[in-house]
């Protein structure tokens, strides 16, 4: 039987009760893997359940809660809610050293650094807007590179994995155009080292 792709309403089904979904991106992203609950991605992924993720910081709530964490200058911090909010980057940033955090960001934190992505799709909103809290990677399975349509999102995941097809519109991307995984922007601090995410480009920001 050949796979199809799951609507709205089962997507948004499977997020309510814990299961992971793939959901499209527009040009030149590829698609996504999220869920309530970081195992739920790395399971769905075929990695080990401890593996550090993304945290999707699409919620106005979740930048609030953690600005105040983050290792930056004012100037800096301003930046960084740019990068998430205006140009929909994944960004890594240090954590101020002996901050107390809040325990749904451990997935995402590893030696003193948070990863968060930041894209946005509007015709995403009436699933995301439900979770303020989700955690989110590259749609592959190990050693495969990103789904960029939804016929290899359909391919590579097992059907116990709903994907979400592009809705139709205006904003609906192209399959044929060209496309990659969201780079990710550093936050530089000149504390200590960074952690070393892949396909990450820095930006230098002062120390507080």
């Known amino acids: 039987m050949t796979p199809t792709a ?16 793939v959901l499209p991106n527009p040009a030149p992203l590829t698609h996504v893997i999220t869920a309530t609950g970081p195992r739920a991605v790395n399971e769905a992924k075929g990695r080990p359940p401890g593996r550090p993720v993304a945290l999707w910081a699409h919620h106005p709530g979740t930048l609030r ?39 749904w960001l451990a997935p ?13 799709w509007d015709p995403l909103r009436a699933v995301l807007d439900a979770h303020p809290l989700l955690y989110v990677s590259s749609a592959n399975r190990t050693g495969r590179p990103p789904a960029a349509t939804t016929a290899e999102a359909l391919a590579m995941f097992p059907a116990t994995v709903p994907v979400l097809a592009p809705p139709p519109g205006p904003d609906t991307p192209r399959e044929a155009v060209p496309r990659q995984a969201t780079c990710t922007s550093r ?21 507080p």
Do not use: M
Not at 76 to 97: D, K
Not at 109 to 118: A, N, S
């Open 187 to 207: 936050g530089r601090c000149a504390r200590r080292p960074s952690w070393n995410w892949p396909t990450s480009t820095a930006y230098a920001c002062p120390t």
């Open 65 to 103: 809660a953690l600005d105040p964490l983050w290792d930056l200058t004012p100037r800096c911090r301003t930046l960084a809610r740019w990068l998430l909010a205006e140009e929909h980057l994944t960004v890594l940033l240090p954590l101020r050293p002996r901050a107390t955090c809040p325990a």
């Open 6 to 21: 799951a609507t709205l309403a089962q997507v948004r089904s499977s997020l309510a009760t814990g299961r992971a979904v």
């Open 108 to 120: 995402a934190e590893k030696d003193g650094w948070i990863l968060l992505f930041g894209a946005r």
